[in-house]
């Protein structure tokens, strides 16, 4: 049974950083492609940061472009979104996801939250101003 684990939410106040964990386990072998989502409270969830894990090839959501950055390590995998120059508009639960097959990438941006995906139970990240 696959699990993912997610760790390092926190409050932080704006301008802050942080970095979320998410461990996987349960799969066969490292899942091809790796996310990083996010939902609002009242919001839908929206693609944060996707990775493919071979290649290491990435792709954010417009409003995290140039301050978050997902990272993976293998030995302990891990994968990673280090998160720089918080907002209070970051405030959400923060959802690891993996995508065995890189199946969500298909026809489309791979920051979409298609059922393809596993998910974590999520960490939640509070930025005030």
């Known amino acids: 049974q696959v699990h993912l684990m997610e760790s390092g939410g926190g409050s932080v106040q704006a301008g802050g950083s942080l970095r979320l964990s998410c461990v996987y386990s349960?799969?066969?072998?490292?899942?091809?492609?790796m996310a990083w989502f996010r939902q609002a409270l009242g919001k839908e969830r929206e693609g944060v940061a996707h990775?493919?894990?071979?290649?290491?090839?990435?792709e954010y959501g417009d409003s995290v472009k140039g301050r978050f950055t997902i990272s993976q390590d293998n030995a302990k995998k891990t994968v990673y979104l280090q998160m720089n120059s918080l907002k209070p508009g970051d405030t959400a639960m923060y959802y690891c996801?993996?995508?065995?097959?890189?199946?969500?990438?298909?026809?489309?941006?791979?920051?979409?939250?298609?059922?393809?995906?596993?998910w974590g139970q999520g960490t939640q990240v509070t930025v005030s101003s």
């Open positions: 349960g799969y066969t072998s490292r899942p091809n492609c």
């Open positions: 990775l493919y894990t071979g290649s290491l090839r990435t």
């Open positions: 996801a993996a995508d065995k097959y890189c199946s969500a990438t298909v026809g489309g941006s791979s920051l979409r939250p298609l059922p393809y995906y596993d």
